[in-house]
């Protein structure tokens, strides 16, 4: 799991994590190395904390054992050098339009107005949103919300983009259409982007690599692929079929497990 | 002869007009209008059953709230009344709201102030009615400190709950922004909770309509709740029944400029997400 020589921009060394003391370790022994401007994708059967793992390196949880990085500095907290998308759009700011929402960062960073502004409309101009600017949260469609959601992310410039899972709530077309756009912009401003899905076919669409995590408790990560076929990737062909089958089997296998040890509790 | 469509038969055929629908707010101002008819009526109806001097029908009271007009009584008991309203309201929201922002916000606070806020909440205003005559005497003060009292649980109450209701994630995504806890207060809490407020005040607002009658029932010479009290007194049912009438719609008046208020400033407070 090492980035062969260039320093990752998330790392994860011997983690483990527990909500409380006396609890079951929710992740053992968790090590993981994300290159910079990778796009990693973390799958994972239901409940074997995948959104635990964005938490913690988002800043919100801390682990009790081993240690998380970002660019090389141990988290300690929520900071601007890692930007977050939320699974539920419930994160914007309601009483905000989508403007405003996006300026927020800005804002809070002591931006001038106009600066922030004019950064705030290229934010949403990358997104397709500029039409609805002035709209607010409420007046938005799902995907409309989720795209809010990533000007807002993209607009601080932050190295590192954290996604748990942005478009599950979304209908397919909405996705597939925010999956493109999404490619689109990783490519173009070479983010590091860690996204969590529980959609095999979402993660080879996107990923640079996939890390498929064991079933929980004590999840770690169980294999990584690389993914190398050629973008714009489409389901149709048959190397994403190939690659699909055989994280279904390791999913299928995980989930298995975790039905076994259930039955034996 | 050339086959037809079946697409160009129907689209030959000649245009079905439909009715024009009938607007939304037409129907909402029909239905309001039969609504206000039929109470008036029923009214009407049921007051035929009894004396007059017992159950004055609407007629019976408009008459008496136009000669209490012309007497320029019932003018004077409306505004003394929103006076004491007013200022009770405004001092009970002045304290109400900042004090439940910081027991929201801070649990010592909230631990500190807590047992008295549920306690007093179940003693009524009226209760208090004698102990504020005997401490602030039988002028206005003692009155408008029942308004207060009324006004400021259901204000506290609802500004508290708001600040606890603030979404997880909005409080995450200003933490990665590197918003400080002053910025998060200022620009996520207070925002967030506005709408808890304003619902508060609306509550405080119509209960403070219903506090004024008992804040003015005894040691009184003028308002509203003495015009109730002192035509009762009198068997004038009528002037009673006026005096009850003017106090409703002054509440109904009260509640629809709050909100259009609320509309007019806080519009983007009250979107939900």
Known sequence: MSTGGVAAAMSWRNADFQ?????????????????????????????????????????????????????????????????????????????????????????????????????????????????????????????????????????????????DEPFAALDAQTRTILQDDLVRISM????????????????????????VMTAGPESAIKEIFEVTLPRPRRRGSPAFGELYDRIQAILADEVQRALRREDSL | MPQRFVSEQVLSRPAVVMPRPISPRWCAL??????????????????????????????????????????????????????????????????GVPLGLAMGAFRPIRIFFEPYIQFFRFVPAIAWLIPAILWFGIGELSKIFLIFYTTIFLVLLNTM??????????????????????????????????????????????????????????????????LIVDSWMWLAADRMFAGMLTLGLLGVLADYLFQALSRLCARRYLMRG
């Open chain 1, 19 to 163: 909500f409380a003391p006396g609890t079951p370790l929710i992740l053992k022994n968790f090590s993981l190395e994300i290159r910079p401007g990778e796009f990693f994708l973390l799958l994972g059967p239901s409940g074997c904390g995948k959104t635990t793992v964005m938490n913690i390196q988002a800043g919100f949880e801390q682990v009790v054992r081993g240690e998380v990085l970002a660019d090389a500095r141990a988290v300690r907290g929520p900071g601007r050098d890692r930007a977050v998308v939320f699974q539920d759009s419930d994160s914007l700011y309601s009483w905000l339009t989508a403007l405003e929402n996006v300026e927020f960062p800005l804002r809070v960073a002591g931006i001038a107005k106009r600066e922030r502004r004019e950064q705030a409309h290229k934010a949403l101009r990358m997104v397709g949103l500029e039409t609805h600017e002035h709209k607010y949260p409420s007046e938005l469609s799902g995907g409309m919300k989720q795209r809010t959601q990533l000007a807002r992310a993209l607009v601080l410039d932050s190295p590192i983009l954290l996604m």
């Open chain 2, 161 to 226: 709950i708001g600040v606890s209701s603030v979404r997880r994630n909005q409080m995450r995504a200003a933490q990665c922004f590197g918003a400080n806890a002053w910025q998060r207060y200022v620009w996520v809490v207070l925002p967030a909770t506005m709408p808890y407020v304003l619902t508060g005040m609306r509550l405080a607002m119509g209960n403070s309509f219903a506090a004024v009658v008992g804040a003015e029932l005894i040691a009184s010479e003028r308002g509203i709740g003495f």
């Open chain 1, 188 to 211: 173009r401003t070479k983010r590091t982007i860690l996204f969590i899905t529980h959609d095999i076919a979402e993660a080879i669409t996107l990923a640079d690599r996939i890390g």
């Open chain 2, 30 to 95: 029909a239905a309001g209008s039969a609504s206000i008819a039929a109470f008036v009526l029923l009214w009407q109806l049921a007051s035929m059953r009894e004396a007059t001097i017992l159950f004055p029908g609407p007629l019976a009271t408009i008459h008496a709230a136009v000669v209490l007009l012309r007497e320029g009584v019932l003018s004077q008991d409306v505004l003394i009344s929103l006076m004491r309203i007013g200022v009770g309201f405004i001092a009970g929201v002045a304290v």
